[in-house]
């Protein structure tokens, strides 16, 4: 009978992030450096008031676009932190993490045959969405640019089909980060056009030497960005799936059919949660940010230390060093590295063919952890 299942689905695969990660699990003692997972647990405080909120009771359907309250601070928080500019009554969604937010999003823009234009490397998230939107995905090299998507590569790319864009900075896999500039730059190619911006900003909290910049600021681009955010990365809440949608009330009143009839609400107790975070939490982020920090400063000396060569993230929490110059292919060269030292990464073709040649190392993990990691990648590495 699978012949009858949706092809769009039958030809989706599996995560390379989870074939590694799922792999690294067959050896009981490999030091997995794999997943965007944050290690510190989530704040006191947040696990009290959602312990509070199910005490009372309040363990039922909230409205479809989530807690008036929660939708409140949401748009308290990003008005204070980055100056966005949101009405909490209908330019806002509370979904269930990110994923949803994404996934909600492209299917109210995409029409099949629709062009979506994505930087590459990239998170391989977004692709099977667009698939299964009836999208058609439209990735970009940026490997020239050094991981950063710019006016002169999106116009190259810019078709009668283009529906949308999608900028993730932040970026997962690389760490490269927009400036203002660099957006306003974009921005002005845009302006005159009817093509939608997709940013997803969850690693916003996590920007190391400047300021956050969103290109729903730059001029006539509020009414065609739609901004994805979330709990799981500013304030370690992964398994709480709590995402945000920041709209145009034009079209969050579309966006907000697909999520009612798909998941109905975010959970509730998850709500309340994050209304604690993103209130009494509002700066949870910033001692994480500070050992983060520390924390890339060390994995970066010791990659470049063993003659990788990688640009210096500016957010997020991940590296993407060149294994180029080794002759060996990314895949190979993780399967190899799992096998013979004992340390799982990410195969840098798991974020689309332009991340081929490089891995991705996440360093959300304990000090003493990348330590060990480190010092058995480097055995490695002297092997070949």
Not at 37 to 45: G, N
Not at 225 to 232: A, E, F, R, W, Y
Not at 284 to 307: F, S, T
């Amino acid at each position: 009978m699978e012949h009858l299942l949706n092809a769009s689905v039958k030809d989706i695969q599996i995560s390379g992030i989870r074939k590694i990660a799922n792999a690294a699990a067959q050896y009981p003692n490999a030091i997995s450096l794999t997943i965007g997972q944050p290690d510190f647990p989530t704040p006191q405080h947040i696990i009290d008031a959602a312990g509070v909120a199910m005490n009372d009771g309040k363990t039922v359907y909230t409205p479809n676009a989530g807690l008036p309250a929660l939708r409140q601070a949401a748009t308290d928080f990003v008005r204070q932190k980055y100056g966005q500019d949101y009405n909490a009554n209908d330019e806002v969604i509370v979904t269930n993490g990110a994923s949803e937010a994404l996934d909600i999003t492209l299917r109210t823009l995409i029409t099949p045959g629709d062009e979506v234009i994505l930087p590459g490397p990239i998170y391989p998230g977004y692709e099977p969405l667009i698939r299964l939107s009836g999208g058609v995905p439209i990735y970009v090299d940026t490997r020239s640019t050094d991981f950063k998507l710019t006016a002169d590569l999106i116009e190259k790319h810019l078709s009668t089909r283009t529906k949308a864009i999608i900028l993730g900075y932040p970026s997962n896999p690389t760490g490269r980060v927009m400036s203002a500039t660099e957006l306003q730059e974009i921005a002005t190619l845009l302006q005159a056009r009817e093509v939608f911006v997709i940013s997803d900003e969850i690693y916003s909290e996590l920007i190391y030497d400047t300021p956050h910049q969103s290109i729903s600021l730059c001029d006539g681009m509020r009414d065609k960005t739609i901004v994805i955010n979330g709990l799981s990365k500013s304030h370690s809440m992964t398994g709480w799936r709590i995402g945000f949608t920041f709209a145009p009330a034009a079209l969050t009143q579309h966006m907000i059919k697909v999520h009612q009839y798909n998941v109905t609400c975010a959970s509730s107790v998850s709500q309340y949660a994050a209304l604690e975070a993103l209130t009494q939490g509002i700066d949870d982020a910033i001692p994480m940010k500070k050992e983060y920090q520390q924390r890339r400063d060390y994995v970066y000396d010791r990659l470049m230390n063993m003659g990788l060569t990688l640009t210096k993230p500016e957010g997020a929490f991940y590296l993407f060093p060149s294994i180029a110059h080794l002759n060996i292919g990314s895949m190979e060269f993780a399967l190899r590295l799992l096998d013979e030292a004992g340390v799982a990464v990410v195969p840098g073709d798991a974020f689309s063919e332009y991340g081929e040649g490089y891995i991705r190392i996440s360093y959300a993990y304990s000090q003493e952890v990348l330590t060990q990691g480190l010092d058995r990648l480097e055995q490695f590495i002297n092997t070949l």
